[in-house]
Every structure is written in C-alpha cells, then in structure tokens.
C-alpha cells in the first residue's frame, strides 16, 4: 500500500518528516517493533474485509525510541468521493505504561498477601505455642520456689525451667527465619510461579501414544503403576524444561 496523504501531525508525534511516508512505502512498516510487524501487517490485510479496525502496536520514534500507538482505520475503498482507508492514530505509550506499572503492584499485593497469610498461619502456631510454654513455665516455677533445695525434685524443676525458656525463645527465630529471610523470598516465587510448568508437561504428556497406556493396562498394571512406569518417565522432557522455567523466573527475581 502507499500513502495518498500524510498529516503534519504525524511529525510531531512520531517524530518523522511527513514526506518520509509518502516517498517511500515501505518506511512505515520498517519501523514496526519486530515483535509487532507480522501481527500488525496481518491486521492492515484483514482490513479489506472489515469497515472499521482498531490496533495496537510500538512504533520507532525519530528519537530511536519505541512508543505505543493506537491506530484506527475506516476502510473507505467503496467510497467513490475517497477510494481509501482512512487512519487515525494517537500516542498511548503513557497508558501503556501505566498499565504495567498497575499490572507490577497488584502482583506485588498478590505477594504480600501471601505472605501475610504465611504470617498470620505461623503467628497463630507461635501464640498456640506460646500458651502451653507459659503453663508450663508457670507450674515449674511454682513447683522450684515450693521445693527445697537439696530436694532432687528441684533440679528436675530447674531442668523444666530451663527447658520450656530454651523452647520459648525458639518460637521468634523460625517465625522470622520463615518471613523476612531471604528463604522467604525464594519460597513465595517458587510458589507462584509452578504454573509455568503446567504447559510444557501438558505437551509432553499429549505426545504419549495411547497404545502404550493400552499395552500397560492391558499387562495388568494399576493406574499409579501405569502413570509411575509409563507416563512420568515419557514427560521427563516436559517436567525437565518446566523446572528451568520456574528456576530461571526465580532466581532472576530473586537475584
């Protein structure tokens, strides 16, 4: 296709001389993003059949910066007074960019609360925890003041003493091992990101011939001995590239 007109617009908005467009085709489609060109070249062919198409897609400025542009096209070709298609375009990298930072902070919410839920689990089996110690503290002392001391039962009481405050200081260090060390951190990516392995096993699994599942039922083998001795070992590829996945997404957060 070729441009019959060109607004002045067009420059201060990409950034490009009006006549660039019109003197060459094939500008326009060279400063596509590279992953946009074939959906957007797809889409201006599908115009043909539709009166009206709104698109997205990055756009090289002239500052050799990318911007996202939304254009919108009225397919006039059976106009007699135009015999074109008419483009509107407009600048929308601000929105586009609002969107992900929107996107980035409900994924960090998602985050925190999972891991406030995490804190509320442990907190809880810390306070439950820390109620049976206090008893337990509260009776050994009673039971070493009420005791004399050349009583053997008053070492057993100091041993218990000892030991339920040993148990009592125990409670805080796993509580903040499991929510502000950097094991916490590994722990809430790796469990929000396993998803990621459920297409790559999917595929392995659909490239199982159900001959051999046949064959294995009918040796006799049970469901577990079918899906332990045929399908797992036939979708290590597929288990083996998902993990990758999910290493690869978490140590690059995490690092």
Same mark, same amino acid.
């Given at each position: 296709?070729?441009?019959?007109?060109?607004?002045?617009?067009?420059?201060?908005?990409?950034?490009?001389?009006?006549?660039?467009?019109?003197?060459?085709?094939?500008?326009?489609?060279?400063?596509?993003?590279?992953?946009?060109?074939?959906?957007?070249?797809?889409?201006?062919?599908?115009?043909?059949?539709?009166?009206?198409?709104?698109?997205?897609?990055?756009?090289?400025?002239?500052?050799?910066?990318?911007?996202?542009?939304?254009?919108?096209?009225?397919?006039?070709?059976?106009?007699?007074?135009?015999?074109?298609?008419?483009?509107?375009?407009?600048?929308?990298?601000?929105?586009?960019?609002?969107?992900?930072?929107?996107?980035?902070?409900?994924?960090?919410?998602?985050?925190?609360?999972?891991?406030?839920?995490?804190?509320?689990?442990?907190?809880?089996?810390?306070?439950?925890?820390?109620?049976?110690?206090?008893?337990?503290?509260?009776?050994?002392?009673?039971?070493?003041?009420?005791?004399?001391?050349?009583?053997? %039962?008053?070492?057993? @009481?100091?041993?218990?003493?000892? *030991?339920?405050? =040993?148990?009592?200081?125990? !409670?805080?260090? /796993? $509580?903040?091992?499991?929510?502000?060390?950097?094991?916490?951190?590994?722990?809430?990516?790796?469990?929000?990101?396993?998803?990621?392995?459920?297409?790559?096993?999917?595929?392995?699994?659909?490239?199982?011939?159900?001959? %051999?599942?046949?064959? @294995?039922?009918?040796?006799?083998? *049970?469901?577990? =001995?079918?899906?332990?001795? !045929?399908?797992? /070992? $036939?979708?290590?590829?597929?288990?083996?590239?998902?993990?990758?996945?999910?290493?690869?997404?978490?140590?690059?957060?995490?690092?």
């Amino acid at each position: 296709f070729a441009f019959t007109f060109v607004s002045d617009n067009v420059t201060r908005q990409l950034g490009h001389e009006v006549h660039r467009f019109a003197e060459d085709p094939g500008f326009w489609a060279a400063q596509l993003h590279p992953e946009d060109a074939a959906l957007t070249r797809a889409e201006l062919g599908r115009l043909v059949d539709q009166e009206h198409q709104s698109h997205e897609y990055r756009f090289r400025h002239g500052d050799g910066s990318y911007r996202w542009i939304e254009l919108t096209r009225e397919n006039l070709l059976d106009e007699p007074s135009v015999r074109a298609v008419v483009g509107n375009l407009r600048d929308i990298s601000e929105r586009k960019q609002a969107e992900a930072e929107r996107a980035r902070l409900e994924q960090r919410l998602r985050q925190a609360e999972k891991m406030e839920a995490v804190g509320r689990l442990a907190g809880g089996i810390a306070h439950d925890f820390n109620n049976l110690l206090g008893g337990i503290l509260g009776y050994a002392d009673m039971l070493a003041e009420n005791v004399p001391a050349e009583s053997p %039962l008053r070492r057993y @009481a100091d041993n218990v003493l000892t *030991g339920a405050n =040993r148990a009592s200081g125990l !409670v805080d260090q /796993p $509580l903040d091992w499991l929510l502000f060390s950097d094991f916490a951190v590994v722990l809430a990516y790796v469990h929000l990101y396993p998803l990621f392995m459920v297409v790559p096993i999917f595929n392995s699994m659909m490239r199982i011939d159900p001959a %051999l599942i046949e064959a @294995a039922r009918d040796a006799g083998a *049970g469901f577990w =001995r079918t899906v332990l001795a !045929v399908i797992v /070992p $036939l979708s290590k590829t597929g288990i083996g590239i998902g993990t990758i996945f999910v290493v690869t997404l978490v140590m690059g957060d995490f690092i």
